[in-house]
């Protein structure tokens, strides 16, 4: 016999993040039959909704239509009872962030950002203050050239690099606890590095994003923010090579390539966060509901962007000591993005990867089980 272990204080706790609207379910699964990314073997969110009243966590966290759902809120926008079944998968996996969180304080940290957001947002940026402080001093050149006069590109490296091997130890050790989960649901067959390059080629072009309904623009608003996060990447690592591989001086010629591909993406950036912060505005019905979990991420994301497109501009228009305290500030909010990655909305690209090639697989070892169920259909008793 299975052994069903409700937690009560689990669904206290996805209903302070925005799952309120859930005890309105009653179950008439209508969110299931105009889901269009549903499939019709594993339809969602109609389980996770009743999963979710009981305050079956451990039924949850095991589940990959928890990820496989990208709140495109056709199932809000229809809900007969106004049960808002978009915004309950949110919440759930808000939580699931926080469960599989390694070390699980940062993951609890992130997941109550409408109050330690000061902490979060503060202290990455009290660090580089007082780093600056007892080392070069924060006094800035009386003639800006380049933000290096004010903050050697030595601790830059040190900062974030450090910052990366953190980031990348949390990543793997939350990834490897939810893929190994999931297989506790349903066997998997096939190739890991095979079934993820399909999967990340529909990240690429959020295809799956398309087939949504009542919140389609968000598709693209998450589009522009990814492509110009990768390219912010992207150009960091190259102006590491031009520094020091290829000897360029500093700062790089607004015409030069590698600078053209950072202007680009901070315009992807501007772009990304313009058309998702549109979108929130909007009909809430539509957008869905926001917590502080999902406020204190894109908040950051634009205090990223937007300071950082201040700081470019500042090196020519703004006096240097306002200049340079932006370039502070952009370092701490930067510095604030790498360090909750593993545990803000930035998670949502680990776990939805996973679930998606879990997916794949696990229909891939479905197969054979209904090809033999096919030629050899079960006899029929005889009266």
Same mark, same amino acid.
């Given at each position: 016999?299975?052994?069903?272990?409700?937690?009560?204080?689990?669904?206290?706790?996805?209903?302070?993040?925005?799952?309120? /609207?859930?005890?309105?379910? #009653?179950?008439?699964?209508?969110?299931? /039959?105009?889901?269009?990314?549903?499939?019709?073997?594993?339809?969602?969110?109609?389980?996770?909704?009743?999963?979710?009243?009981?305050?079956?966590?451990?039924?949850?966290?095991?589940?990959?239509?928890?990820?496989?759902?990208?709140?495109?809120?056709?199932?809000?926008?229809?809900?007969?009872?106004?049960?808002?079944?978009?915004?309950?998968?949110?919440? *759930?996996?808000?939580?699931?962030?926080?469960?599989? +969180?390694?070390?699980?304080?940062?993951?609890?940290?992130?997941?109550?950002?409408?109050?330690?957001?000061?902490?979060?947002?503060?202290? $990455?940026?009290?660090?580089?203050?007082?780093?600056?402080? @007892?080392?070069?001093?924060? %006094?800035?050149?009386?003639?800006?050239?380049?933000?290096?006069?004010?903050?050697?590109?030595?601790?830059?490296?040190?900062? #974030?690099?450090?910052?990366? +091997?953190?980031?990348?130890?949390?990543?793997?050790?939350?990834?490897?606890?939810?893929?190994?989960?999931?297989?506790?649901?349903?066997?998997?067959? =096939?190739?890991?590095?095979? %079934?993820?390059? $399909?999967?990340?080629?529909?990240?690429?072009?959020?295809?799956?994003?398309?087939?949504?309904?009542?919140?389609?623009?968000?598709?693209?608003?998450?589009?522009?923010?990814?492509?110009?996060?990768?390219?912010? +990447?992207?150009?960091? *690592?190259?102006?590491?090579?031009?520094?020091?591989?290829? %000897?360029?001086?500093?700062?790089? +010629?607004?015409?030069?390539?590698?600078?053209?591909?950072? %202007?680009?993406?901070?315009?992807?950036?501007?772009?990304?966060?313009?058309?998702?912060?549109?979108?929130?505005?909007?009909? $809430?019905?539509?957008?869905? =509901? /926001?917590?502080?979990?999902?406020?204190?991420?894109?908040?950051?994301?634009?205090?990223?962007?937007?300071?950082?497109?201040?700081?470019?501009?500042?090196?020519?228009?703004?006096?240097?000591?306002?200049?340079?305290?932006? @370039?502070?500030?952009?370092? =701490?909010?930067?510095?604030?993005?790498?360090?909750?990655?593993? #545990?803000?909305?930035?998670?949502?690209?680990?776990?939805?990867?996973?679930?998606?090639?879990?997916?794949?697989?696990?229909?891939?070892?479905?197969?054979?089980?209904?090809?033999?169920?096919?030629?050899?259909?079960?006899?029929?008793?005889?009266?």
């Amino acid at each position: 016999m299975a052994t069903v272990t409700p937690s009560a204080e689990f669904r206290r706790a996805l209903e302070r993040h925005g799952g309120a /609207s859930l005890g309105r379910c #009653y179950q008439c699964a209508t969110c299931s /039959s105009v889901c269009k990314l549903a499939s019709p073997e594993a339809p969602f969110p109609r389980r996770q909704m009743l999963w979710a009243q009981w305050g079956l966590v451990e039924e949850l966290e095991r589940d990959p239509s928890v990820w496989l759902c990208h709140q495109c809120n056709d199932c809000t926008v229809r809900c007969p009872r106004d049960a808002k079944p978009g915004d309950v998968m949110q919440a *759930a996996r808000s939580l699931m962030v926080e469960r599989m +969180a390694t070390p699980r304080f940062m993951g609890t940290l992130v997941n109550r950002a409408a109050v330690t957001w000061p902490i979060l947002l503060g202290l $990455p940026i009290l660090f580089w203050a007082l780093l600056l402080n @007892y080392t070069v001093g924060l %006094n800035a050149p009386g003639d800006l050239h380049a933000y290096e006069q004010f903050v050697p590109h030595r601790f830059i490296y040190g900062v #974030y690099f450090a910052a990366t +091997a953190f980031i990348l130890f949390a990543v793997v050790t939350s990834g490897m606890k939810f893929w190994r989960l999931l297989g506790e649901r349903s066997p998997r067959a =096939g190739s890991f590095l095979g %079934n993820l390059m $399909p999967v990340l080629g529909e990240i690429a072009t959020h295809k799956r994003f398309g087939k949504c309904g009542a919140a389609s623009g968000r598709r693209w608003g998450h589009f522009f923010l990814l492509w110009g996060f990768v390219g912010a +990447a992207v150009t960091s *690592a190259l102006l590491i090579l031009a520094m020091y591989g290829m %000897n360029e001086a500093m700062p790089l +010629a607004q015409k030069h390539p590698f600078k053209l591909l950072g %202007n680009l993406s901070a315009i992807f950036l501007v772009l990304g966060v313009v058309m998702l912060l549109v979108n929130r505005l909007g009909d $809430p019905e539509r957008a869905g =509901g /926001s917590s502080g979990f999902d406020v204190f991420f894109l908040g950051v994301v634009f205090l990223v962007v937007f300071s950082g497109v201040f700081v470019e501009v500042g090196r020519y228009l703004f006096d240097p000591g306002l200049a340079c305290w932006l @370039y502070l500030i952009h370092l =701490g909010s930067v510095l604030c993005l790498f360090l909750t990655f593993p #545990y803000s909305k930035f998670a949502h690209l680990i776990y939805r990867t996973l679930a998606m090639v879990h997916e794949r697989m696990a229909q891939a070892a479905a197969q054979p089980a209904a090809e033999k169920s096919r030629r050899d259909p079960v006899p029929q008793e005889s009266d």
